[in-house]
């Protein structure tokens, strides 16, 4: 057997951490080991594999995950619409950010299939992609990529590492088991001074309103009867639930990013009326924003 861990920069070794103890990683034959409890972590196509795979927990929600992320291959064309605004707005936003604060390294939690390298990586910019799924870490991205395999529930990283964090569409899968610990370890990994980007979907969305009381057990009661009725296999997993943007910005609160910034998302509604009042609620942005499918913020880590 070659030595696996020659095939992976320091910087990425230095960044991250074991998720059993938190410990740092050194590099060894098979791969990966932990200083202190000597877990070892293998690595496959340069990517570190964070997971513990004897651990129930991870294994089961990585099937879950697997199971979604092949979906996500073939979406209804209403949701595709959706992502595609959602995407280029996402683009050019990272491309703004990346241009005025010049990051040098990149974070992008729950990357899935998306690939930000071509307005991320730069001479002086790296950008690591992190998800629970192999296949979407593993996947052909530009020069200045690079990826992690992990559970992002108790983010695998060295304190003081990114100068920016991505995190789209992720933190609502941790809905069920808290946000408070990844978000607070997201933190943790921004240096002094950096920003995370979160952007998620809106519990208050128009078409949510009706269901936005509904406690989370009903909502995926009424989930899985839609399954049945329409014969559909794919949809949201119970452990997902979109969320008030208020209480992610409480969270931030409490882990130093008090400097929280709004940004406004696209305005779209489905359907011949939905565009009618997607094109009225834009010339009134204040209410319309709040209604968006998704809210967007920025928050920067106190120096
Ligand atoms: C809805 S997708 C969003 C993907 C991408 N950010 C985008 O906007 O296209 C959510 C991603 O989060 C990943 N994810 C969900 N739970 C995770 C976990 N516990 N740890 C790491 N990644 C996770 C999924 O595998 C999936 O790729
Ligand atoms: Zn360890």
């Not at 992976?8 to 990966?32: A, F, K, M, N």
């Not at 933190?171 to 995370?196: Q, R, T, W, Y």
């Not at 009725?229 to 008030?244: D, F, I, K, Q």
Request: glycine share 6%; hydrophobic share 40%; with cysteine.
């Amino acid at each position: 057997m070659g030595n696996k861990s020659a095939e992976i920069e320091h910087w990425l070794v230095d960044v991250i951490v074991c998720p059993t103890c938190r410990c740092s990683l050194d590099t060894c034959e098979e791969g990966l080991r932990c200083n202190l409890c000597r877990s070892i972590y293998r690595i496959e196509n340069r990517i570190p594999i964070l997971l513990n795979e004897a651990n129930a927990r991870e294994a089961e929600r990585m099937e879950t995950e697997e199971k979604l992320f092949a979906d996500m291959a073939t979406p209804k064309p209403d949701t595709a619409v959706k992502w595609r605004l959602a995407k280029s707005f996402l683009r050019s936003l990272v491309s703004r950010l990346v241009e005025t604060s010049h990051p040098r390294l990149v974070l992008y939690a729950g990357c899935g299939m998306d690939d930000l390298s071509e307005v991320v990586c730069g001479p002086d910019t790296k950008l690591l992609n992190a998800d629970i799924v192999f296949a979407a870490v593993d996947r052909e991205r530009g020069p200045g990529a690079y990826g992690v395999c992990c559970d992002l529930r108790r983010p695998p990283f060295a304190r003081d590492s990114f100068d920016l964090i991505l995190a789209v569409d992720v933190l609502h899968h941790f809905a069920v088991d808290g946000l408070d610990e990844p978000i607070g370890m997201l933190a943790a990994a921004l240096k002094p001074g950096g920003m995370m980007l979160i952007m998620e979907p809106n519990v208050y969305y128009l078409y949510r309103l009706p269901i936005v009381w509904m406690p989370h057990r009903l909502r995926n009661l009424l989930r899985k009867m839609k399954r049945v009725v329409t014969g559909s296999r794919s949809g949201p997993a119970p452990h997902e639930a979109p969320m008030a943007p208020s209480a992610i910005v409480s969270i931030l609160w409490r882990h130093s990013l008090s400097d929280i910034e709004t940004v406004s998302c696209p305005i779209y509604f489905p359907g011949a009326v939905g565009s009618l009042l997607a094109g009225f609620l834009r010339r009134f942005p204040k209410i319309g924003n709040k209604l968006a499918y998704h809210f967007c913020f920025l928050a920067t880590k106190a120096k």
